[in-house]
Structure formats: structure tokens, C-alpha cells
């Protein structure tokens, strides 16, 4: 017997997410023939696969499996949570509209890895905040200098926490979406001009940063200050 509410909540998820099933099957490590199965009722997967699941579309494992989204008793917590999860798809969507949809997945591989490690944390608040403070800086005539690994983390950039993309240096079209990577140089604004496939010029970001350098420096010390 077909299990359409399990298939339908992942297509949802998914969906919500930006990814093909082909993406989606990579990030958990099967392929995109298995994804179609899931959403279509005739399989479901298996045990193991639940938390990487649970991890790559922004749920629980018990959502996964119930088929619907939990909320928390607590009101305080309720609002903590619907702030966090609003934060993360404002990212998911500036992330889309910079790299088109469906986002490459070395790309998504980024937002995936760090989201798996900051969700259960109160940082992504912090770079909303700091997105605010820049703003307002900025109309006074300010900037902020921020100290720590904020540089080093997608979320932060995508978010307008840090100007600083660490993304490896690539090419990206405003027009068309098509994104290009290039390991000849070591920073993105080196990068020589070039023509899309479109005909609009592209723009060149990606100042190579990995993510681990987020998590040596960032529980150590991250603080701004005016200048």
C-alpha cells in the first residue's frame, strides 16, 4: 500500500528547499530514482537515512515521520523557534535569488553544512543583528568592523551580516543564474571579466574561506565594534 501523506510532506519539504530529487538524493547519499519512490508512496527510507534527511530539509526526524510540523508548548520558545526558522528561510531564499533555482550543489552543500551545524545555536539571530546594525551604520555614515569567524560563515554573508563571501572564487550571472567556479585564482575579485552564455557580463565573488575556520574562532571570540 502507497504512503501518499509521507511522499506528499517530502515533496513539500523539498520543494521548500529548492532542490531536484537528483540533488536532494546526493546530499543524502542515494539516487534521485529513490527519492521518486519515497514521493510517490511505494517505498520509504530507511532508518539510517531519516537523520540525514531530517538534517538536509530543516526537520525533525519525528516530523519526517508523523508527516506534519511540531510546535513548542512553551510560548517563549515557540517565538525563539518561528524567528530562527523565518532567518533560515530568508537565507535559503537570498541564496536562491544569487546562484538561480536549483542551486548548484557545492553551493547548497555549503548552506547544508553549516545550518547542520549552527541550527541548534542562537548565531543565526546574531548575523540578523548584525545585518540590522550594518544597515543603520551605513545611513549614519558608520561601518561596522567585525572580529571573528563571521567572515567565514555563507549564512552570515547571505544574510548581509559580512560583505565577505567564502564561497571559492567563481563567476555568477544576474541574468540567466549560471554560476562558474575557478581555481586559478586565490580570490574572486581577481577574477578577468567574462561573457555568460546569456550575453550579460558576469560578476566574480569568493574570497575562499572554508567553514572550519568558522568553528575554530567563532566560540573563541566574535565581537564588532564602530569605526
Sequence with gaps: MRDYSFGNFLHELRSRRGLTQYQLGALV???DKAVSKWENGSSKPQSNILYKLSDVLGVSVDELLTCKYHSSENKETKGVFAMKKQLWNKAFDAM???YGNPVPLEIMNRLLTEHAEIKETDMIVYFDLLSVLSTEAKKQGEHIRVRGGTGASFV????????INPLKPHYYCSECGAVIFDNNVDDGWDLPRKTCSCGKEMQTDGHDIPFETYRHVVH???SFDLS
Design 156 to 163: 552570515a554573508y547571505l544574510l548581509g551580516a559580512t560583505e
Design 29 to 31: 547519499g542515494v539516487s
Design 220 to 222: 573563541r571570540n566574535t
Design 96 to 98: 536562491r535569488k544569487r
